[in-house]
């Protein structure tokens, strides 16, 4: 299971992450890959058009996520209503057959903008084979481009696709696209305001219970169609970082949707679906942020559009703390902390 947030920041740049979450864990990598560049396919080779990179694992060069030098971004998540179609079939139709897990890589390589995007599909229709023995995953795809639009791409149609212009930059799993957009109807109630007018409930006078009251009636379980709730919500009320803060906020907002492990167990065998690794994108800078859920240790790259050969970059597995250290604050910094927290306090009223 995975989740799909973009922020906006104050300055206008567009910043893209995603959760991914599975029953198993590989130890995953950043991928960069030139301009020029023969891809390598399970069956074929392909020139790259553009330089791009995002996260893989080393035997393969398909992604789950990545971002392009045009500032192009996105992912692939798990979709249980996705199908596919036998390759004669598509061959027949004049088609380009497609494994689904080539698609992120195929697209981020080849195409700029989502209007680039939603031409292509309708040439690409993905093959019912296997991609690695074993491994058949069914998936749909989110992309983000630098002028800011959204598309949602669903193969559910005998592996040709659904797609979805405008749409609001959330993703997550099953059902499909049309339903959590239309989910989002049973949430109109929520605020990203506290409910500071008081109800009258016979002669009883009812006040919020401290405060966070706007968001009564979140969905606290981990099911798709609630991470998808709270991801456009949550999102939508979150104080608009600056570029400086907006990793950071993405970061903040995507927590809300990482499933730990055990929260999910699968079976009496206590297999947990559980968050793998967090990513997030600057589309501006064109940077990738990675951190796996073992760790809280964030690791970044920023893509090398001069780059010549292909490139894998290690995303680090370990803890960092920092060592505290003795503060020796003078007497002047302490009143001046004093005045500012009495100015703080004073101002605010308490009910």
Known sequence: ??????L??????????RTLDETFEETVEIKMFPKNYPVQGKDEVFESKYSFMGVGVSFSDALADGINEK??????LVLVESNWSSRDAILAEGKKPM???ELVTWILSQYSTVAEIEEAMKDIVLVDEDYIEGAHFPLHYCFTDSNHEHIVLEPTENGHFKVYRDAIGILTNSPEYPFHISNLRNYMHLSGYDRNEPNLIR???VKQIGSGSGLLGLPGDYTSPSRFVKGAYLSEFADQPTDAEAITALYRVSRSVAIAPGWEKIDETGESDRNIYWSGY???ELTIYVQPASTNTISKVKLDTDKS????YEVSYNDSFFE????????SDAELERTKFEKAVSAKVFK
Do not use: F, H, P
């Open 1 to 6: 299971m995975c989740t799909s947030i973009t």
């Open 8 to 17: 906006k920041s104050k300055e206008g740049n567009m910043y893209w992450s």
């Open 71 to 76: 500032g192009l971004v996105g992912g692939l």
């Open 99 to 101: 494994y689904g897990e």
């Open 203 to 205: 002669n009883e006078v």
């Open 282 to 284: 600057d589309q501006n």
């Open 309 to 312: 050969t292909a490139t894998s």
């Open 324 to 331: 505290s250290v003795e503060r020796r604050a003078s007497r």
